[in-house]
């Protein structure tokens, strides 16, 4: 496969990420399009991540599993966007090979991660719902601890692989990435490697931490929804139906996206749909999650009109205080 311009097998330093093209005016509307999602999706996550760890109330496995999620989005988004911005700013996609293989390392692990911490989070209403008998025995606040942590640690460890065997690829030229961030099949792609191996790698992967998931979180939902017909009350019933059906709808958008930018094989035509995909599982999911799963929740409400009307009554005060030394001295 190698590039018969290249007798010489140079080894490349860097790459350069193409972005979305290079229309000068989409540029800016993309810049700022792209800056206030990342505004809006670290101070709604930040926000969620305050509010489970100060407020006494939410102090159980749902909510704390909300926060490891809000947590997750912030570092997620955070290793694709301030990349993007910057080279959407200054017009300049380099990136160097270490850069790339280190921000492919820390996405992929929190793509990972999150397939599973999803999947938990469903584990829970599941128990929550169908099994309520059960739910204090089987989530006690270890179980929460260890399922939560799994996930991490699961996501971390089998990027390691799949980041292992990227980084021992040769690249031989191009090195122009059609992509927006540096990601596996677009890497892939681009070396000089027998792709067939690595492809299966990222299809096996895919199926185990996506399709998996996936199918166990319909599940849970299934067992959900029938539990949740049988409820007397419509009003009740109405209310969670609506929640869990907008908690699916989500989660079927996430994992859909990603088994089609993975499993799929990467045909021409295929591969610009596909850049489009990848902005809705990387930037799209972390903004609208903290919305669907917590400020949706009356609990999360009920903590953050309590936060505001303590920061009100905080700031009333102090600024009494200012008043009376002012008058004083
Ligand atoms: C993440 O989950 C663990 C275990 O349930 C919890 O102890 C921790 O506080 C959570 N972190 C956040 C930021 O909510």
């Known amino acids: 496969m190698a590039n018969p311009e290249w007798g010489n097998q140079t080894v490349l330093m860097e790459f350069i990420l193409l972005g979305f093209g290079n229309l000068p005016e989409l540029q800016t509307l993309l810049f700022l399009l792209f800056l206030v999602i990342y505004i809006a999706t670290v101070a709604g996550n930040v926000l969620i ?3 489970v760890v100060a407020d006494q109330q939410l102090h159980i496995p749902m909510y704390f599993f909300l926060g490891n999620l809000s947590c997750l989005e912030t570092c997620y988004i955070t290793t694709i966007l301030p990349r993007m911005l910057a080279s959407l700013l200054t017009g300049d996609g380099t990136i160097s090979f270490s850069g790339c293989i280190t921000q492919y390392y820390f996405f992929g692990s ?4 999150e397939c599973l911490l999803l999947s938990v989070m469903s584990y829970d209403r599941y128990l929550a719902i169908c099994n309520p ?4 025995a089987r989530m ?3 179980a929460s601890l260890q399922l939560a942590g799994g996930s991490w640690v699961g996501g971390l460890l089998v990027n390691s692989i799949t980041t292992l065997s990227i980084s021992q ?3 031989c030229g191009p090195n122009v990435i059609d992509h927006f961030f540096c990601d596996f099949i677009p890497l892939v792609k681009l070396s000089c490697n027998e792709p067939h191996l690595l ?4 299809f096996t992967i895919t199926f185990l931490f996506s399709l998996v998931p996936f199918l166990f979180i319909l599940m849970s939902y299934i067992c959900i929804i029938a539990t949740i017909l049988r409820i007397p009350s419509t009003t009740g019933r109405q209310k969670t139906f609506s929640t869990c059906s907008s908690h ?3 989660v079927s958008i996430y994992y859909a996206t990603l088994l089609i930018v993975y499993m799929f094989p990467s045909t021409d035509i295929l591969s610009n749909f596909k850049k ?3 902005v809705v599982y990387t930037v799209l999911t972390p903004l609208v999650n903290p919305l669907i799963y917590s400020l949706r929740n009356k609990e999360v409400q009920e903590a953050l009109s309590k936060a505001c009307r303590k920061f009100m009554f905080v700031s009333w005060t102090f600024s009494e205080t200012i008043k009376q030394t002012s008058k004083v001295t």
């Open 133 to 136: 008998l059960h739910y204090a």
């Open 276 to 278: 489009v995909l990848s």
């Open 49 to 51: 991540i305050a509010l």
């Open 140 to 142: 006690s606040s270890r």
């Open 110 to 113: 929190l793509v990972a991660t």
């Open 248 to 250: 699916l709808i989500v």
């Open 169 to 171: 690829l040769t690249f």
């Open 199 to 202: 492809e299966t790698l990222a």
